[in-house]
């Protein structure tokens, strides 16, 4: 199968949707159910992924209760990425509608998601995936965030050639310098700067250019691109637009920082270019925080397609 076509849909709509699983993930976060309460007529089957390693202060025991109240199978993933053979292994149609909640769910599983479908369903099938994401209220951060590694996404994936030259795409986020320390240590040829706007709050977008004012200063500013937070489809026909008059020159590195839907929409980037390496910023300590939902989700619809 093959990815056919990303497409925006109104939140409004979310729950317009027939789909034979729903899957959410287990959080801590206060906004971890939103999306789960709009599927709450559904009599589809639904399952709740578990992370191994998981937080369980803040929300996580109230979030746990509903879930379980509304039939939902707790799978406790052991292993770096969900079971899916197992999960889907009692799908016996060619076509599905799979609606997955990824508020809760790191860059690996979204890309496992896809790539499944991708490399292993029936070639002659046919699945659109509803997925969905609970934004965050805007939270200011308490102190500085210092990059200690830039890490792969895919363990597999090449190193760049050192006879090419190295584009580097960074999505910007509200940290202070952290931007600026992920340009050095790649130190690219070439930048391009993604940044939300709208974004979800206007204070972030005031955080984003105040905090890297420094690096924004030194990239042109046509190599300066906003995106609309809520319209996933806009962000992907973006980044095809930057990457494709690159890819015969340069190396391009694509490190989605900032909001998560950035970073999901890398994945299916990924999936279509995998000659693009994506990585991401590691630090040196994180603080969690329960976070309360902020406005709408942001859904979109994917279409796999196999040959006719």
């Known amino acids: 199968m093959e990815l056919s076509s990303i497409r925006h849909i109104d939140p409004a709509q979310i729950a317009d949707y027939k789909a034979d699983v729903f899957i959410t993930g287990l959080g801590f976060e206060s906004r971890s159910t939103q999306v789960a309460r709009r599927f709450e007529n559904h009599s589809c089957r639904k399952i709740a ?15 746990m209760a509903y879930l379980v109240n509304q039939g939902f199978e707790i799978i406790r993933v052991e292993s770096e990425i969900p079971d899916l053979d197992g999960i889907f292994q009692s799908v016996k149609s060619d076509s599905m509608n799979l609606a997955i909640d990824c508020t809760n769910m790191s860059p690996l599983w979204n890309y496992e998601f896809f790539s499944w479908f991708d490399r292993k369903h029936s070639q002659e099938g046919r699945v659109r995936i509803r997925i969905a994401y609970t934004m965050a209220a805007y939270v200011p951060k308490s102190g500085p965030a210092k990059v200690r590694k830039i890490q792969d996404f895919l363990r597999e994936e090449a190193k760049s050639a050192h006879s090419r030259k190295t584009a580097l795409i960074l999505g910007l986020g509200q940290e202070k310098h952290v931007s600026e320390s992920i340009h050095n240590m790649i130190n690219p040829d070439l930048v391009y700067l993604f940044y939300a706007d709208p974004p979800a709050e206007k204070s972030f977008v005031e955080k984003v250019f105040v905090n890297n004012h420094k690096l924004i200063n030194k990239v042109p500013i046509r190599n300066l691109i906003s995106y609309p937070i809520r319209n996933g489809q806009l962000i992907y026909q973006s980044l095809i637009n ?6 015969n020159e340069y190396s391009i590195v694509l490190i989605p920082h900032g909001p998560k839907i950035f970073s999901l929409v890398a994945m299916l980037v990924h999936l279509g270019y995998p000659d693009i390496r994506i990585s991401y910023p590691h630090f040196k300590k994180q603080m969690l925080a329960d976070r309360l939902p902020k406005d709408e989700p942001v859904v ?3 279409l796999f397609e196999g040959e006719e």
């Open 49 to 63: 992924l578990e992370k191994k390693k998981i937080n369980n202060d803040f929300s996580y025991q109230d979030n």
């Open 300 to 302: 979109l619809d994917i």
């Open 242 to 247: 930057t990457i494709l008059p690159l890819r």
